[in-house]
């Protein structure tokens, strides 16, 4: 059993920093979170938020390497908690797939926002480049009906169609059939219209120039144990962080804090 811990309105796992659930006041749940998923030590849970860090997707230099970096699945420690905040900590300098010197402080506050404030920090003499997202999963009525702004005109990266850098031309992204895009150099600011449930939610971000959209739509959910073949419509991931060319390189001794705001109208 992981250990987990409640606030008003959320829900944190300390394993992975993970939050697995927020609700603000007078709204339904936002974040998706599988029933099918493993909560067991040292497996990602599937859905919430996880914290993606030093690499995303697949380690390229060592294919042995758990997809999406250490930290999804890792201890992260319980520095304090203040009222409707809790910050959690991790560090390392011997990972044998990563082993450079690192110190990341992760802030979560719940409320009628959600606010996510991830700091990488590098005591070391050298640079390090790493990569990072905040990988959330949004609860939507159906994922088919839902759109995406804040994307149009934006280079992405299709990893649905062998690694091809296109462009996005329409100002709304709908999801038709599986989807996994790494958006380059976004703005600031990016919405999920939901038609189905009548609420809009907003993200805004600082610190973070890539975005990430993901469903697996049907095949591949029903292929996958921790989601299955019925939940794919119920969530679209829209993610945030600093991916491919947008990887950070971060000099020695330095800080990168990357910030998210959730919130729903």
Not at 81 to 86: A, K
Not at 111 to 130: D, E
Not at 190 to 205: A, E, M, T
């Amino acid at each position: 059993m992981l250990d987990r811990v409640e606030i008003d309105g959320g829900e944190l796992v300390r394993q992975g920093a993970h939050v697995t659930g927020w609700t603000p006041p007078g709204q339904r749940p936002v974040l998706f979170l599988s029933p099918n998923s493993a909560f067991s030590p040292g497996k990602a849970i599937r859905g919430g938020i996880p914290v993606i860090f030093p690499w995303f997707g697949p380690n390229l230099k060592f294919p042995a390497a758990p997809q999406h970096g250490f930290a999804r699945a890792a201890p992260w420690r319980v520095e304090k908690r203040d009222g409707l905040t809790i910050q959690l900590s991790l560090e390392g300098d011997g990972d044998p797939f990563w082993p450079e010197r690192f110190r990341a402080i992760y802030e979560v506050t719940f409320g009628a926002t959600l606010t996510l404030r991830l700091r990488v920090q590098n005591p070391a003499s050298r640079p390090i480049a790493f990569e990072e997202a905040l990988h959330s999963y949004f609860a939507v009525s159906d994922v088919a009906a839902v759109s995406v702004t804040g994307l149009g005109g934006r280079r992405f990266i299709d990893k649905t169609d062998g690694m091809k850098r296109k462009r996005q031309r329409a100002a709304a992204l709908r999801l038709t059939g599986e989807t996994d895009r790494v958006y380059l150099d976004t703005p600031a600011r990016l919405d999920i219209g939901d038609p189905g449930w009548n609420r809009r939610i907003s993200i805004v971000k600082d610190g973070a120039a890539s975005a990430i959209v993901w469903n697996p739509w049907e095949e591949k959910s029903a292929a996958m144990a921790d989601l299955g073949p019925d939940v794919w419509r119920g969530f679209v991931c829209v993610e945030c962080g600093n991916v491919a060319d947008n990887a950070v390189l971060l000099d020695a001794d330095s800080e990168h804090v990357m910030t998210v705001e959730i919130s729903v109208a």
